[in-house]
Every structure is written in structure tokens, then in C-alpha cells.
């Protein structure tokens, strides 16, 4: 039996660049491995990885696996998994650490089941057993309104991790680390999909994760149309972004890429101001990072309220318009 | 050409009750009696997906499920409202299952069945949220996935995906048979007819224990994990928040402007 050793990030790439997740993945990997004294690893593969390699050893990596094929230029799950599959099975790593994302919800259970091995999804704390060396994730069950801890004895020991629930290292491009060109040779015969196009529906303006001010409704708003006035009038204000709970998005009230939440986007901007939001734990498991809450719905005993740091129970038709109206004037003044 | 459909459901304490009747009591979770279950949201948006494939193509849905103690009136929702069966894993062996158990047992189950073009499953149960299952059952079986699904087409043999990306869509083409995972944005699953209500009351459930998909209770239930559940717990939360009062609701907000230059936070 092979010896498993040391930590594996399954990095991931945005515009050519090692994405957020990747150092937020890099930061938490680094931590684990110096308790454990080895080695943290990160797969990149791409169809031209580039200068990212030199940024996740900047961001705490030991080795770089770098894998460039033209197949592995857009993530599909076909050929990606070819790439960590091979890489898995060639340096054994006791624990493989993928994002909570996109391409990590859609990779990792494919992943987990190839290798034979079990999985914890969605962690938002990862620890290690000082006797046993085994992980010990945390990850939220029952729509946010528990957490459980899982251990497996079987190896590796595959998690993914929530986005923003990690901090990164600071980047220091004086870290040493190796970079490892690695040729894996992709059978696109055994690429079972095809993407046929990819579509931006994102709007114009602010992107929801990089707002510093968040106007959030929920299905209490009522319809679409107070989202694009009295929501984004306050937003627009603030130089923020509009988002929204589960309940307006699966109305088609929103699209859904403002939809924040358990199954949504994950955001922590300064203020998310909740608006007839009542707070269900799949909702806040999207905002609970956030550093200021501030929540407006007119239920007294709405959960929101627990997790705000200042409130108004009132309806937000009322309190929202006279809130911006006096917030316009201080500014001014 | 009618299109033979499977689609994986779970029966679940519904989601949507009030956060506060969730308790943790000995490392499980224990509801209230009136916190009755439902089918998870997301297998009924992969119901609502097959449906939406049955109107136009043509076809049939088989319905399948894992546990025990299913509540007839809650699982047969699929048949009344047009599932044309519904096959039941049910037995105490398949209880206290994790990922792995789960999609073993319902992969069995499937080869059991044998013919199909596309297998729905939702993109995670409203109880654990782990969204592997379907993957899981994917790699058992061999066949292509494609996830996060918001629209489905079927045409020629092939599937024609609109695949949720965090910046808009992506269309994917997959060679049937394929497993399909679905995520909201397909469409609220439809009202039940009287005519599927009564037509689901005349059906009986088709009951498999485990001998009868050829597993063995190592396989399956608790006995079949490969992960351990150490701990359930609710983290305590202590409430601070202060509440912004007024004269009216009108002069609150405008006060609650106040506080927060106040507070410096805007």
C-alpha cells in the first residue's frame, strides 16, 4: 500500500490567473501541512498555465504541478478528471483540498468516487488530529442550521471548501517552491461531453462578490420590480451591487447569479444590508461573512435579526425610501 | 422518440420549516412532529425536468428512492404528479447511509431496472447538502454527467444542457445515456391534477430490500460508509443586534441612517 503524505490543492485558474479559492486554499494547506510537517503540493492544469505556478508557490505551495493541454483550456469534467486522477494516484497525498465552486462541486465527487475514497463537501473549518493525522472538516447540514464534523480512515481524505471561509497567506514572491512541468496525455476520446457555448449573463456594474455594499431582497420584496427601484436606488447610492435571497430568483424576480446563499453565491462585503430577507439558514450561509449586517423586514421575530447588527421592523416599502433619503442628505452635508 | 427516464428522490423533514425548530439532541437531529417531510426541493426540480421532457418528447419516469419508513402520501407525490412509477429502496438496512452507500444502493437499483436515457437527480438533498450522490452514481455506472442543469433538450439520441456557471451559462452536449444533476432555474415542480392524485392513490410502490438489487448489507445503509459522522452540533449565536426605533417605521429608517454614519459604517 502506498504511503500517503503531504496535501494536495486542486488549484483552479481565472483569466490566466491563480483564482481566489486557490490562495484561500493554499493559505488553510499551508497551515495543515507545517502541523504535519510535510509538504503541500498544487495541481494547475491548463491548456497554458503560465506565471500562476510562480503564484501559488508566492501563496504558500511547496510543488506546482504544472499540466498544459490544449483539452483543459475550458474545465470539463472528462478531461480534468484525467489530469487528478493521475496526479492522485502518482504522489499519493493524504489529504486533497478542492474550492466549493463551480468546477470543485461538479470535480470532486467524480474525484472522490474514481479513487474510491469519501468526501466531505462545503467544509468551512479543517483541522488535524494531532495523534491520528486525520482531518477533521466541519461543514454546515440541514440548510446551515447545524454543522457536522465527519473523519474518514480512507485515503486520501477528500474536502472542498467553502469560498471565503479561508484566508490566504499574504503573497510573498521570496518563497521558495518547485515548479514540476508534468505531461499527463489527455484522451479526448474520453471527453463525453461538449460545450457547445458559453453564455455571460452577468449585468453591467459592480460584480455581487467584489461590492463592498450589498442591497439583498428577499420574498418579501414581492415582485421583481422594487429590485430595480427602491433596491438598486440604495445601492446605486452606496456604490454597491443588488442581490437576493432563494425565493426571488426561483420566481425569476432576479436572475440568478445575484441569488446569494447555501446553493448561490457566496459574498462577505463590508455592509449587506437584508431587506424583507427573513434569514432562513440557507440565506445566511451566503452573508454570514459579512462585517456589517443590517436588516429591514417587518416580522419582529425574523431570524435575520439574529444575525444583524442593526435592524428596523417595519415594512421596507416605508422604512427603505425614508432610510435613502435621509442617507442622500448626510452624505451631501 | 420517447425517452425512458429515471430520477433518484429523497424523502426529507422539510427545509423550509422555521430555523428555529431544528434541535440537535444526542449528535441527531430531532423535529417537532409538525415539521412534516416532503421530497427534497431540488428532486423536485429534477422531477419537474423529467415532466418537462415527457410533455414534449414522450416517454416514461420511474421514480426511485432510498431509506425506510417512506411515508406513501409524501413519496408517491411523484407519481401524481405524472411519474409513471415508483420503485422503493426501503428497509432498515438502507438507513444511516452517507454518499457512498447511497449511490451504491441506488446505482443497483438502476442496473436492476436496466434501460435508460437519462438519469435526474437533484443537486443536493434539503437534509445533509453533501450534492454527491448523483456523481457517485455516475462513476458506478460509467456514464457521462453533466451538473447544475437548468434546461434540458432531447433530440437524436443526445441532451442539450443549460449548465449553471457563476457568470451566466454554459450548453453542454451529452451522448444518452447520461445522469443529469438539476439545480433550480428549471421551473417550480408542477401542481399534481386530480386525475394524477387519484390515478397515484390506485399505484402501489414497487418495495426492493437490499437481497433484491443483489447487495450485500456491508454495502449499503451505516454498514456502508466510508465516512463517520463524529458530531452534530448547533453552534451557539448570541444575538446583538440593536433595533433602530421611531415614532413611525418612516422616521426609524431615516434614524437608522443616522446610527450608522454615526457608527461610521457608511
Same mark, same amino acid.
Given at each position: ?52 505556478? %510562480? ?57 472522490? !468516487? ?35 464534523? !465527519? *473523519? ?7 474536502? *472542498? ?103 448561490? %453565491? ?24 459579512? %462585517? ?5 423586514? %417587518? ?5 435575520? !435579526? ?16 425614508? !432610510? ?10 | ?266
Amino acid at each position: 500500500m502506498a504511503e500517503y503524505k503531504g496535501i494536495l490543492v486542486c488549484g483552479e485558474l481565472a483569466d490566466g490567473k491563480l483564482a481566489a479559492i486557490t490562495t484561500e486554499l493554499l493559505g488553510c494547506g499551508r497551515k495543515l501541512v507545517d502541523e504535519l510537517k510535510e509538504d503541500l503540493s498544487c495541481l494547475l492544469a491548463s491548456d497554458a498555465v503560465g506565471g500562476a505556478s %510562480k503564484e501559488a508557490i508566492a501563496f504558500g505551495a511547496d510543488k506546482v504541478y504544472a499540466v498544459e493541454h490544449p483539452a483543459l483550456k475550458e474545465y470539463q469534467a472528462d478531461s480534468y478528471m484525467q489530469a487528478a486522477e493521475k496526479l492522485a494516484k502518482d504522489i499519493s497525498p493524504r489529504v486533497i483540498l478542492i474550492g466549493q465552486t463551480s468546477m470543485g462541486r461538479d470535480l470532486a465527487p467524480r474525484l472522490a !468516487f474514481r479513487l474510491g475514497t469519501s468526501l466531505t463537501t462545503d467544509c468551512l473549518n479543517l483541522s488535524i488530529d494531532p495523534g491520528t493525522k486525520l482531518l477533521i472538516p466541519t461543514r454546515p447540514a440541514y440548510g446551515g442550521n447545524a454543522q457536522a464534523v !465527519f *473523519t474518514s480512515e480512507s485515503m486520501p481524505q477528500m474536502v *472542498t471548501v467553502r469560498t471565503k471561509a479561508m484566508s490566504p497567506l499574504e503573497r510573498d514572491d521570496s518563497r521558495k517552491g518547485e515548479v514540476i512541468p508534468t505531461k499527463i496525455d489527455i484522451d479526448t476520446s474520453k471527453v463525453r461531453t461538449k460545450i457547445v457555448e458559453t453564455v455571460k449573463e452577468e449585468a453591467v456594474g459592480i460584480k455581487l462578490e467584489d461590492a463592498p455594499v450589498i442591497v439583498s431582497g428577499g420574498r418579501g420584496i414581492g415582485g421583481p420590480q422594487p429590485f430595480q427601484t427602491t433596491l438598486k436606488e440604495l445601492a446605486d447610492l452606496l456604490h454597491g451591487a443588488v442581490g437576493a435571497s432563494r425565493p426571488p430568483a426561483d420566481n425569476g424576480w432576479v436572475p440568478e447569479h445575484v441569488h446569494i446563499g447555501l446553493t448561490g %453565491k457566496i459574498v462577505a462585503p463590508d455592509i449587506y444590508i437584508a431587506i424583507a430577507i427573513s434569514g432562513a439558514s440557507q440565506h445566511t450561509a451566503g452573508c454570514s461573512g459579512s %462585517k456589517h449586517i443590517i436588516a429591514i423586514n %417587518k416580522d419582529p421575530e425574523a431570524n435575520i !435579526f439574529r444575525e444583524a447588527e442593526f435592524g428596523v421592523v417595519g415594512k421596507y416599502e416605508e422604512v427603505v425610501p425614508a !432610510f435613502t433619503n435621509k442617507l442622500k442628505e448626510l452624505l451631501a452635508g | 422518440m420517447p425517452v425512458n427516464m429515471i430520477v433518484c428522490c429523497k424523502q426529507v423533514p422539510d427545509p423550509e420549516a422555521p430555523p428555529a425548530v431544528f434541535k440537535v439532541v444526542n449528535n441527531k437531529m430531532t423535529l417537532p412532529p409538525e415539521v412534516k417531510p416532503v421530497i427534497g426541493q431540488y428532486e423536485e426540480f429534477a422531477l419537474e425536468a423529467a415532466l418537462k421532457i415527457k410533455d414534449t418528447a414522450g416517454g416514461k419516469i420511474t421514480a426511485l428512492s432510498v431509506g425506510n419508513n417512506f411515508v406513501r402520501d409524501v413519496i408517491k407525490k411523484a407519481l401524481a404528479v405524472g411519474g409513471d412509477e415508483l420503485i422503493l429502496l426501503e428497509d432498515g438496512a438502507f438507513e444511516e447511509g452517507d454518499s457512498w452507500s447511497t449511490a451504491n444502493a441506488l446505482a443497483a437499483a438502476i442496473k436492476k431496472i436496466g434501460a435508460y436515457d437519462i438519469i435526474f437527480c437533484g443537486r443536493q438533498s434539503s437534509d445533509w447538502d453533501a450534492g454527491q450522490v448523483g456523481l457517485g452514481i455516475a462513476e458506478i455506472l460509467g456514464i457521462p454527467a453533466v451538473t447544475l442543469a437548468r434546461k434540458v433538450e432531447v433530440s437524436d439520441g443526445k441532451a442539450k444542457v443549460e449548465r449553471v456557471i457563476p457568470d451566466g451559462y454554459q450548453v453542454i452536449e451529452v451522448t444518452l445515456p447520461a445522469l443529469i444533476v438539476v439545480t433550480s432555474g428549471i421551473g417550480a415542480l408542477r401542481y399534481a391534477t386530480l386525475k394524477g392524485i387519484m390515478a397515484a392513490a390506485k399505484k402501489q410502490p414497487v418495495v426492493w430490500k437490499p437481497a433484491d438489487i443483489g447487495l450485500e448489507p456491508s454495502q449499503i445503509g451505516a454498514a456502508g460508509r466510508r465516512s463517520k459522522l463524529d458530531k452534530l452540533f448547533q453552534p451557539v449565536k448570541e444575538s446583538k443586534c440593536e433595533i433602530i426605533e421611531g415614532e413611525t417605521v418612516v422616521e426609524a429608517g431615516a434614524k437608522l441612517a443616522v446610527r450608522l454614519r454615526e457608527a461610521k459604517l457608511l
